[in-house]
């Protein structure tokens, strides 16, 4: 059977076909990164009149492209959460009118559900169980995974979110929105001057703290003469804090479980220096890990198409409900 997959939980158009036997079809992505440039940062309400115009169309151009027609889409899969509610709002209405009209079942998908089942789009999946570290823009998780929907939360950061605080030290260094990927291109030209603390990596547990390391960007940049080099040299050091910090904590949970298998997703596992310092760290424990490739860490619709099924072959399908949650715990699924 063909799924269609559909993601508008922020900034990103996603849409997708996976078919339960052959896997991925087709995906397309439209990115609002120019429009919300301007602004800095996302604007709710911008982000979900583009979701409005571009999602019909796209779903249009991936039946064509897939040499498909609506015929052939057994269900739809939409992300119901959490994320901005407007932008979701999008996504349910359009899933929920699309499943009407197509006499077809609509699966509700928690956005990094979709994010950690992600690496199972690759030749090579990861087998359950397994360790995962869930990095984005709005979450920072450390999952115990026994199966689909079989979470328990081993860790999550108390205050930002990894890409938070990448998105807000790039800010605090001048760089553009959407500062992460900016800051990390930085700090290629970066050399080792200033060491940055590995935050609560000191103590017991496995939660994480990123606001601090933030504050600690902004005081060393306020103390040097601001130039390119200084920039590049603070984004180096704020990269390998991170990168280390997420190592550490990700031993200490595959330790605790007694796994030998991390999984590793969300947009900030594109982040090459954050896969090197991981790789290597589980090369050293003689475990294994798993990304998703570059363009299925970020969001995506491929990842909802294939979360949806998965979800549909454990017959939760939705009534005509439009059902959407901007906040949504994955220890409620
Ligand atoms: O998963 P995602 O696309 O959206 C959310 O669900 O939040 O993650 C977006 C986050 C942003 O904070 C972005 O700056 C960060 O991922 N990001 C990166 C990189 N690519 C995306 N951070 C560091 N290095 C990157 N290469
Ligand atoms: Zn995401």
């Known amino acids: 059977m063909y799924i269609l997959g559909i993601e508008t939980s922020c900034d990103e158009t996603g849409v997708a076909i996976y078919?339960?036997?052959?896997?991925l079809v087709h995906h397309l992505l439209y990115s609002q990164i120019e429009m919300?440039?301007?602004?800095?940062?996302?604007?709710?309400e911008l982000a979900?009149?583009?979701?409005?115009?571009?999602?019909i169309p796209l779903v249009k151009q991936l039946l064509?492209?897939?040499?498909?027609?609506?015929?052939?889409?057994?269900?739809?899969?939409?992300?119901?959460?959490?994320?901005?509610?407007?932008?979701?709002?999008?996504?349910?209405?359009?899933?929920?009118?699309?499943a009407?009209?197509?006499?077809?079942?609509?699966?509700?998908?928690?956005?990094?559900?979709?994010?950690?089942?992600?690496?199972m789009l690759e030749k090579n999946p990861p087998s359950f169980p397994f360790v995962a570290l869930l990095i984005s823009g709005g979450h920072t998780l450390l999952v115990k995974v026994s199966g689909v929907g079989k979470y328990e939360l081993l860790g999550e950061s108390l205050d930002d979110a990894v890409g938070e605080a990448f998105d807000k030290t790039?800010?605090?260094?001048?760089?553009?929105?959407?500062?992460?990927?900016?800051?990390?291109?930085?700090?290629?030209?970066?050399?080792?001057?200033?060491?940055?603390?590995?935050?609560?990596?000191?103590?017991?547990?496995?939660?994480?703290?990123?606001s601090g390391l933030k504050t600690f960007a902004l005081t060393t940049f306020q103390k040097s003469d601001k130039t390119y080099q200084d920039k590049a040299d603070i984004a180096l050091a704020f990269?390998?804090?991170v990168a280390d910090t997420l190592a550490i904590k990700c031993r200490r949970a595959l330790q605790q479980t007694g796994l030998k298998t991390l999984v590793v997703a969300g947009g900030v596992s594109a982040n090459t220096q954050i896969r090197l310092t991981l790789t290597k760290m589980l090369e050293?424990?003689?475990?294994?890990?798993?990304?998703?490739?570059?363009?299925?860490?970020?969001?995506?619709?491929?990842?909802?198409?294939?979360?949806?099924?998965?979800?549909?072959?454990?017959?939760?399908?939705?009534?005509?409900?439009?059902?959407?949650?901007?906040?949504?715990?994955?220890?409620?699924l």
């Open 64 to 98: 064509l492209e897939s040499n498909l027609t609506k015929l052939n889409i057994a269900a739809i899969a939409y992300t119901a959460g959490p994320g901005l509610m407007g932008a979701l709002l999008v996504g349910a209405a359009t899933a929920q009118s699309l």
């Open 239 to 241: 990269q390998d804090a």
């Open 284 to 332: 050293s424990e003689n475990g294994q890990i798993f990304f998703p490739r570059p363009e299925f860490c970020t969001d995506n619709g491929a990842m909802i198409a294939y979360a949806g099924y998965q979800r549909f072959l454990m017959k939760e399908t939705q009534n005509l409900e439009i059902f959407a949650r901007p906040r949504w715990a994955m220890s409620e």
């Open 170 to 210: 790039a800010k605090l260094l001048g760089l553009s929105y959407p500062g992460g990927v900016k800051l990390s291109e930085l700090a290629q030209f970066g050399q080792i001057r200033f060491r940055f603390p590995r935050p609560m990596t000191d103590r017991a547990g496995l939660d994480f703290s990123f």
């Open 36 to 44: 919300h440039s301007e602004y800095g940062g996302v604007v709710p």
């Open 100 to 119: 009407f009209a197509w006499q077809v079942p609509v699966v509700a998908v928690h956005h990094m559900e979709g994010h950690l089942l992600a690496p």
């Open 19 to 23: 078919h339960s036997e052959n896997g």
């Open 48 to 55: 979900s009149r583009d979701h409005i115009r571009k999602l």
